[in-house]
């Protein structure tokens, strides 16, 4: 599996998660990590973080509560995740490519590499 994604969970409403992204087969080193969460309902680019500078893009939904980060000596990113609600459960994957964030989080509909990680958010 060439990304493995770690740290879901069950939460409760205002509670956090760190979520994990390791790569195995390749380097992260060069490439921008976006994270993509699932549910029956839909496909929704949650985050991104590019490889040169770290800027960061965020969907509005997450906007204040998430925050991405890499660190490329781990071969990995991650996703806090604070002030969690019920809406941000999903299944979580982790995306790399070379396409800009704001494209990537918005437009990408290729397939996840790695079995994701469960989030559920509920009372």
């Known amino acids: 599996v060439p990304v493995v994604e770690s740290g879901g969970g069950l939460a409760q409403p205002g509670d956090s998660l760190r979520l994990s992204c390791t790569a195995s087969a390749f380097t992260l080193i060069y490439s921008n990590i976006a994270w993509f969460r699932e549910s029956p309902a839909k496909r929704e680019g949650v985050s991104c973080i590019?490889?040169?500078?770290?800027?960061?893009v965020y969907a509005d939904s997450v906007k204040g509560r998430f925050t991405i980060s890499r660190d490329d000596a781990k071969n990995s990113a991650y996703l806090q995740m604070n002030s969690l609600v019920p809406e941000d459960t999903g299944r979580y994957y982790c995306?790399?490519?070379?396409?800009?964030?704001?494209?990537?989080?918005?437009?990408?509909?290729?397939?996840?590499w790695g079995q994701g990680t469960s989030v559920t958010v509920s009372q």
């Open positions: 995306v790399t490519d070379f396409t800009e964030c704001s494209k990537l989080i918005n437009e990408y509909r290729g397939e996840f």
């Open positions: 590019s490889s040169q500078h770290g800027q960061t």
